[in-house]
């Protein structure tokens, strides 16, 4: 089945600091992909929309400038965090939509665990 | 609006039992997918069934079994002789276009405990 990998899967930062996290769909071109994330022991919320090519949309109270999206190609989507502090400490994760076909496909990656010190 | 309500926060039964997870949702589109997910503690979600509006057929697979109700608006989940391996946080989800844009919207989470 379609994959979508996550990289990386943990990541512990110091205060200030940037972070990046990559999306890649291995096996499909995502014209769409997705990320979420998610405090401790709550769910999962969406974050932004990234379509290829063009400025990916924010849910609303997601700082955009806090959280840059880059959909560059239809198989790779950057997450960064720029000048992370310890509340953005969290878990994000990142889905990518399988456009072909008639049924709906999405595959999740297997997300990343961001800690600011 | 779209929106996915798990009423049940926690949920402890013993090994062996049947339980079955509660889902309603709510969408004005009429093309939509319903999703289950497990989250077991390391963290990763773990896709277990997609159903699309337009088939209500209830489905089995293995231990697991969903029964999808339009009328009421409902995608309840149920795993038969539960294990402790099936101790993890199950999300329900749902996805509708056009209106919902293909964005994945989900329930606040079921924590299921199998005790041994």
């Known amino acids: 089945g379609a994959v979508v990998s996550q990289h990386p899967s943990r990541v512990i930062c110091k205060s200030g600091t940037s972070v990046k996290i990559e999306c890649r769909s291995l096996?499909?071109?995502?014209?769409?992909m997705f990320w979420y994330r998610q405090f401790p022991k709550q769910s999962l919320m969406l974050m932004a929309t990234?379509?290829?090519?063009?400025?990916?949309?924010?849910e609303q109270g997601v700082e955009k400038d806090k959280f840059l999206i880059n959909h560059a190609s239809l198989t790779l989507s950057t997450l960064t965090v720029t000048s992370a502090h310890p509340e953005d400490s969290s878990f994000y994760i990142c889905?990518?939509?399988?456009?072909?076909?008639?049924?709906?496909?999405?595959?999740f990656g297997s997300g990343t665990q961001l800690s600011v010190l | 609006a779209q929106k996915v309500t798990q009423a049940q926060t926690e949920i402890s039964v013993v090994e062996k039992e049947d339980v079955t997870l509660d889902c309603v949702y709510e969408?004005?589109?009429?093309?939509?997918?319903l999703f289950w997910y497990k989250q077991p503690p390391s963290g990763e979600l773990v896709f277990l069934i997609r159903?699309?509006?337009?088939?209500?057929q209830n489905e089995i697979s293995g231990r697991y079994s969903w029964n999808f109700q339009k009328s009421t608006s409902s995608f309840n989940f149920t795993i038969t002789a539960s294990q402790v391996v099936d101790s993890a946080v199950y999300f329900c989800a749902l996805s509708g276009h056009p209106t919902g844009g293909f964005k994945t919207i989900f329930g606040a989470g079921t924590r299921l405990f199998v005790k041994a």
């Open positions: 969408t004005r589109d009429t093309t939509y997918y």
């Open positions: 159903r699309n509006s337009f088939d209500e």
């Open positions: 990234s379509n290829e090519g063009s400025k990916a949309t924010y």
């Open positions: 096996d499909f071109q995502a014209t769409t």
């Open positions: 889905s990518a939509r399988d456009p072909t076909g008639v049924d709906e496909k999405l595959f």
